[in-house]
């Protein structure tokens, strides 16, 4: 990638590193919940959550990682957009199943835990194809998604600390 580019990947990456960070201490108030309903919550959104800064994450590392070729560059970022895309889709899955033991989902879940980030993996696809094929749009694009899924993934983050953090110990209302 550009050498224009370096002090954006470090930043956002930087940024996705420190709320992987955050995360694990979010993961701390759970301390108090019914085992299998905190597991089943963890699954459909702290875990996608926690995958969306690691993608962040890995792509800024690459970005910036010397002596790799284009091929290999467009080649790891679309893995890790695939990646992505099936655990977007496995939160839509999940979220859409209402399983029993679990409060019923606020209208907004599936969207913005599933569909949103569904949308910006297969934009990041269609980018790592992009750069790829040497387009010049694809470096932009790729920016921009990657801006993108760190902002969701703080949204997502705040909304689960919020939801979480008010349950107490108990895990109870």
């Not at 050498?3 to 420190?18: C, I, N, P, Q, T």
């Not at 199943?97 to 569909?115: E, I, K, N, Q, V």
């Not at 790729?142 to 953090?165: C, F």
Request: charged residues 10%; proline residues 4%; hydrophobic residues 55%.
């Amino acid at each position: 990638m550009s050498h224009a580019w370096e002090s954006f990947y470090f930043l956002v990456g930087s940024a996705a590193v420190g709320l992987i960070g955050l995360l694990f201490v979010v993961v701390t108030l759970t301390a108090g919940f019914e085992r299998s309903r905190a597991l089943i919550g963890s699954s459909i959104y702290m875990t996608p959550t926690v995958l969306h800064f690691a993608v962040v994450l890995a792509i800024s590392a690459v970005a910036i990682a010397p002596g790799l070729t284009v091929a290999q560059t467009a080649s790891i970022f679309g893995v890790a957009a695939l990646v992505g895309l099936g655990h977007a889709i496995r939160s839509c899955v999940g979220i859409a199943a209402r399983r029993p033991r679990m409060d019923p989902p606020h209208w907004s879940d599936f969207w913005l835990y599933g569909g949103a980030p569904a949308t910006i993996y297969l934009g990041l696809c269609a980018a790592s194809v992009g750069l790829w094929n040497g387009n010049d749009w694809a470096a932009d694009a790729i920016g921009a998604l990657l801006l993108a899924l760190l902002l969701l993934g703080i949204r997502n983050a705040w909304d689960l600390v919020t939801w979480i953090a008010p349950r107490g110990k108990g895990g109870g209302e």
